[in-house]
């Protein structure tokens, strides 16, 4: 895939915001923990990217995509208030905000789910969060 690819430009641009927004770097230590592929003994909390799917989403007459891009935050703090108040930062940085994809202007990115439940190690929280977005070339 090319920068030029809409969901690649989609991801770019809401890891540029997380990691521009200082009360979710508050929230996470102080430093960007945003990753498409944690690196090994990467302190908690921190947001990964997960699941994506891009669909085709063009009209008769102009091409456009519908994404669904799934963000997860992990925490290990006592209880779910650390993971539910990251994903309300995250929320708050990404609902309805104007970003800009590389090449692609956002037609909307909605929030639509949060749940958050205890790990199977029994001692992580994480919080899963889907958006979804339609874009179309710029």
Same mark, same amino acid.
């Given at each position: 895939m090319s920068a030029a690819d809409p969901a690649i430009a989609l991801q770019s641009a809401i890891v540029t915001a997380l990691a521009g927004d200082a009360s979710l770097l508050a929230l996470t230590g102080g430093a960007p923990r945003i990753f498409d592929d944690v690196p090994p003994r990467t302190p908690?909390?921190? &947001? *990964? &990217?997960?699941? *994506? &799917?891009?669909?085709d989403w063009s009209t008769g007459s102009e091409p456009g995509h519908e994404h669904t891009v799934t963000l997860q935050v992990w925490s290990d703090a006592h209880g779910r208030r650390q993971a539910v108040e990251i994903a309300g930062a995250i929320r708050a940085v990404l609902h309805d905000r104007p970003l800009a994809p590389a090449g692609h202007r956002l037609v909307n990115l909605r929030h639509e789910y949060t749940e958050t439940r205890r790990d199977a190690d029994g001692v992580t929280y994480r919080a899963l969060m889907r958006l979804r977005a339609v874009t179309e070339p710029a």
């Open positions: 908690l909390p921190y &947001i *990964t &990217i997960g699941q *994506t &799917i891009a669909r």
